[in-house]
């Protein structure tokens, strides 16, 4: 399985992008989805999670600006941030929780990262 992300870049503060990331490969089941992300000498935190049943967590620092969803399979993932701020700056990473086939178990698989530039 490859997870594959798009979306990021430099953006004003204030302003809005949506990162995307599809998994391709062998994949049975999705039962969880997440953003995470690295800011420079920072330790990586979690940015947005989805699991089955619906659960979703944000980091607070993030909640009511950005919104994690995914497609019916949760094989593609995005995350629309929103009123983006310089603290937002990072390596976002998306997370997959995932089962190849039938008779594996779940594992996680990470994206490979998307840099996000919030100027002020």
């Known amino acids: 399985v490859q997870l594959q992300a798009s979306g990021g870049g430099l953006v004003q503060a204030g302003g809005s992008q949506r990162l995307s990331c599809t998994a391709s490969?062998?994949?049975?089941?999705?039962?969880?989805i997440a953003w995470y992300r690295q800011a420079p000498g920072k330790q990586r935190e979690l940015v947005a999670r989805?699991?089955?049943?619906?659960?979703?967590t944000y980091a607070n620092s993030v909640k009511g600006r950005f919104t994690i969803s995914g497609d019916n399979a949760w094989t593609t993932v995005y995350l629309q941030m929103n009123r983006l701020k310089p603290e937002d700056t990072a390596l976002y990473l998306c997370?997959?929780?995932?089962?190849?086939?039938?008779?594996?178990?779940?594992?996680?698989?990470w994206g490979p990262g998307t840099l996000v530039t919030v100027s002020s």
């Open positions: 997370n997959l929780h995932l089962k190849e086939t039938v008779w594996t178990t779940y594992h996680d698989y």
């Open positions: 490969g062998s994949i049975y089941n999705v039962d969880r």
């Open positions: 989805i699991e089955t049943g619906g659960t979703t």
